[in-house]
């Protein structure tokens, strides 16, 4: 199989459903925005030490697939037909976990913090901006089309699962958070 079709070669491209819609569609923009994002977390789980993150960021990359593959379904059929591409609820509460297991080792948050410190909480800093931009577009195409709500509650948590990552990784290095 070659890797290119030329089917995209006029700014068209295939959906889930098989139908073509212009490259700049707002699906196709939505989807995009996850792919970036799951990049993104690739590079701070290179640069994560804990096995712990690298395991969660790699479980959340997959996750990733499941809610780039509903939000390129415009018949919103995807996530019955294959498991594995279903957004759950089980998903975000995991999240929820993950960040309360995680906040309780962290001194109280009582100013806005500046991104950075330690190269791999400056990752994961910028995979959180990236998540909200990707939950941004979600929203903005749930204004004119169907989306699966679990997939904006999954980005909105995963933006905050990312934050307190950078925390924890800034506070494992001995990174002082610098405040604004």
């Given amino acids: 199989m070659k890797i290119y079709t030329k089917t995209g070669d006029t700014g068209q491209t295939g959906l889930i459903d098989g139908s073509r819609v212009p490259?700049?569609?707002?699906r196709v923009a939505s989807y995009g925005e996850v792919d970036e994002l799951s990049a993104t977390l690739g590079v701070a789980r290179a640069h994560a030490a804990d096995p712990a993150v690298r395991d969660?960021?790699?479980a959340v990359q997959k996750d990733l697939f499941a809610l780039g593959a509903q939000l390129a379904d415009p018949q919103a059929r995807i996530g019955t037909r294959k498991?594995?591409?279903?957004?759950?609820?089980?998903?975000?509460?995991?999240?929820?976990?993950?960040?309360?297991?995680?906040?309780?080792t962290l001194p109280p948050l009582q100013a806005f913090v500046?991104?950075?410190g330690a190269p791999v909480a400056a990752f994961l800093h910028l995979a959180?901006?990236?998540?909200?931009?990707?939950?941004?577009?979600?929203?903005?195409?749930s204004r004119r089309e169907s989306v699966d709500p679990l997939v904006i509650a999954y980005l909105n948590r995963l933006s905050d699962l990312l934050f307190?990552?950078?925390?924890?990784?800034?506070h494992r290095a001995?990174?002082?958070e610098e405040r604004w």
């Fill in 23 to 26: 490259k700049d569609d707002a």
């Fill in 56 to 58: 969660l960021l790699h």
């Fill in 83 to 104: 498991r594995k591409a279903a957004v759950t609820a089980a998903q975000v509460e995991a999240l929820e976990h993950a960040i309360d297991e995680r906040e309780r």
């Fill in 114 to 116: 500046l991104p950075g």
């Fill in 128 to 141: 959180r901006t990236v998540c909200r931009r990707a939950e941004r577009a979600a929203v903005a195409l």
């Fill in 164 to 170: 307190v990552l950078a925390r924890e990784a800034n």
């Fill in 174 to 176: 001995g990174e002082a």
